[in-house]
Every structure is written in structure tokens, then in C-alpha cells.
């Protein structure tokens, strides 16, 4: 028979109560099952970490907007400017002021 044991980890209260709100959102019942999940697939090396951001999904009046701004850029029609570093960036804008 398998032995079961007890995972305590400390954390915020602010953290687990995100956390909660967020694994309730995708179906789960409580943090367990979640934390459960992820132990499961970490120890089957099925796991994938990954940080990306949601998608943004733009208007169709914003997405036509911003895909005539890249075409303008791409294109040479709006001028864009490079820096060598942010601290040049910063120096430029500061002059502007």
C-alpha cells in the first residue's frame, strides 16, 4: 500500500487566496487537486513551464489601427528612432521635454 504524507508549504494568504480564485475559474475544486496535478505531471516529467502572457485581443477598429501603424513603420512612412541604450533613450526624451 502506498504511503501518503502531508505537503505543507508556506506562503502569503494573499497568494493562496489568488491562487484559489484562479484554480476554482479553470474547474478545480480546491488548491489540493491543483498542486496534486502539477506533482503528478512533475513527477511523470510531462510537465511544461512556460511564462507567457495571455493574448490581447484587440477591436477590429484597434486591430486595423495598429496593423496600418507596423505597415507604416515597416514600410518607412513613420520614421522610428534606435538607441544605443536606455540611458541614451532616456537622455533623448528628457532633451524633448
Request: no cysteine; hydrophobic share 35%.
Amino acid at each position: 500500500m502506498n504511503q501518503i504524507i502531508n505537503l505543507q508549504i508556506p506562503i502569503e494568504v494573499n497568494l493562496r487566496n489568488q491562487a484559489l480564485t484562479t484554480a476554482k475559474s479553470l474547474g478545480f475544486s480546491n488548491l489540493q487537486d491543483t498542486i496534486r496535478l502539477f506533482i503528478n505531471q512533475l513527477a511523470k516529467n510531462t510537465f511544461d513551464v512556460s511564462f507567457q502572457p495571455k493574448p490581447v485581443v484587440l477591436s477590429e477598429r484597434n486591430d486595423r489601427r495598429y496593423t496600418k501603424i507596423i505597415n507604416d513603420i515597416k514600410s518607412g512612412k513613420e520614421k522610428t528612432l534606435k538607441f544605443k541604450s536606455t540611458r541614451d533613450m532616456f537622455k533623448y526624451l528628457n532633451d524633448q521635454g
